[in-house]
């Protein structure tokens, strides 16, 4: 038989001497509103969802029909034969959304550095007012400006000119993103490395972008979706092409640019392979996105 009265001085309470405490049972309101509460979550998610897929859904029915090996690596016919391709675009797209990456990526987390790490003064008020102000300009303004800055001294239009454009409209929305990550970065994780004797820079660009390098990759995806069916900056930097151009130096081709001149065209096998393009612009820059995700998530680019 256990020993209660030494159990007691050890300091054990019998739980039979501990006072039950009775919860009463959630009111039938209470539980009512937590249902409805989560109905209308579930229904804005839904509503938020519903215009992609069926937008998604539509190109689909439009666009899968056009799409054979000869659209993928052929170039556009004349006007009334029929087939042909936008291999070309699809080449030219990348070429200059390459282009702009290069240009637009660095420039973009450099500023948020700036913004985030050495920015609370009037200077990076400066800078952060000039990156709103940038971020809500028509695109179409933005490719006026390449054509002044780019065109008119090649004396010619180019693939050069039409990443200039779109590295322009990168630049304000990867800024802001590294800036608002790098801000939630805990100001310990800064502390510690200093005291270990680690330069600002050093700390900078080895441990705090580091730790954000998620949600810095994330902006960077975001600002690459929103260019990579820009239109309007290239009708004034990159113009078009009907045939393949493997030079940076000369009037490029893209899929946008592609879309928009079939779309406006009376030939309905134009019209499908328009459709066509846009289905395949679509699910590239979904998996561009879906790459790069895939890859943060395996620590392939965040280097964990």
Do not use: C
């Not at 100001?187 to 080895?206: D, F, H, K, M």
């Amino acid at each position: 038989m256990p020993d209660t009265d030494s159990n007691t001085a050890a300091g054990f309470v019998p739980q039979s001497s501990i006072p039950q405490i009775s919860i009463p049972p959630i009111s039938l309101r209470r539980r009512v509103m937590d249902h409805v509460m989560t109905g209308v979550a579930v229904l804005t998610v839904a509503l938020v969802l519903l215009p992609l897929f069926a937008i998604f859904a539509y190109l689909v029915y439009k666009g899968i029909g056009s799409i054979n090996l000869a659209f993928l690596t052929q170039i556009p016919k004349p006007p009334g034969e029929p087939g042909g391709g936008m291999a070309n675009a699809i080449v030219g797209s990348m070429v200059i959304l390459a282009i702009a990456s290069l240009l637009g990526v660095p420039l973009g987390i450099g500023a948020g550095i700036f913004l985030s790490e050495y920015g609370r003064n009037r200077y990076g008020d400066i800078v952060r007012f000039v990156s709103d102000v940038l971020n809500g300009v028509p695109s179409i303004v933005i490719g006026i400006v390449a054509y002044g800055l780019v065109v008119m001294r090649q004396k010619h239009f180019s693939a050069l000119a039409g990443g200039v454009a779109l590295a322009i409209m990168m630049v304000p929305t990867i800024a802001r993103t590294t800036e608002q990550m790098l801000l939630l970065v805990p100001q310990a994780i800064r502390e510690a490395a200093y005291g270990l004797g680690v330069s600002r820079w050093r700390t900078t660009l080895s441990i705090t972008l580091r730790t954000a390098t998620s949600g810095v990759i994330t902006g960077v995806m975001l600002a690459f979706a929103r260019v990579a069916g820009e239109t309007a900056p290239l009708l004034f930097t990159a113009f078009g092409n009907q045939y393949w151009n493997w030079r940076t130096d000369q009037p490029t081709a893209a899929l946008s640019l592609q879309i928009f001149t079939y779309a406006i065209s009376p030939f309905d096998e134009w019209h499908r392979q328009a459709w066509a393009g846009a289905l395949v612009l679509i699910v590239l820059i979904v998996g561009a996105v879906a790459a790069v995700r895939i890859a943060v998530k395996h620590g392939t680019l965040a280097g964990a």
